[in-house]
Nanobody
Framework: QVQTAESGGGSVQAGGSLRLSCEVS????????AIWFRQTPGKEREWVAQ????????YYADSVKGRFTIFLDSAKNTVYLQMNMLKPEDTAMYYC?????????????????WGQGTQVTVSS
């Protein structure tokens, strides 16, 4: 697991947009994948989106497909989550995880260290 730091959250009205940032602590080309998770109080962490950093292949949860886009800026060692057409049910703390090696662990139980996350609040 590679150290990351999330930022960019905030409060918006339904239908609005936010862009979350995930700064990776090392050269992003040396990582394998990056994943965004989210969690609301009392619920399990939910896998939202992932990107394989060398191929740029992306995958999304059905709940965000067509509204969220994950992409990276290699020059800045940063992974972004562009969130459009936000809904109240997108309200959550968002976390970013990056993996090196040859496997992308999408089960949050494999994550040893979580960052502070960044809060997204969408009002109706």
């Amino acid at each position: 697991q590679v150290q990351t730091a999330e930022s960019g959250g905030g409060s918006v009205q339904a239908g609005g947009s936010l862009r979350l940032s995930c700064e990776v602590s090392r050269d992003i080309s040396s990582t394998y994948c990056a994943i965004w998770f989210r969690q609301t109080p009392g619920k399990e962490r939910e896998w939202v989106a992932q990107i394989f950093t060398r191929s740029d292949n992306t995958y999304y949860a059905d709940s965000v497909k067509g509204r969220f886009t994950i992409f990276l800026d290699s020059a800045k060692n940063t992974v972004y989550l562009q969130m459009n057409m936000l809904k109240p049910e997108d309200t959550a703390m968002y976390y970013c995880v990056a993996w090196s090696g040859i496997y992308c662990y999408t089960d949050p139980n494999y994550v040893g260290n979580w960052g502070q996350g960044t809060q997204v609040t969408v009002s109706s």
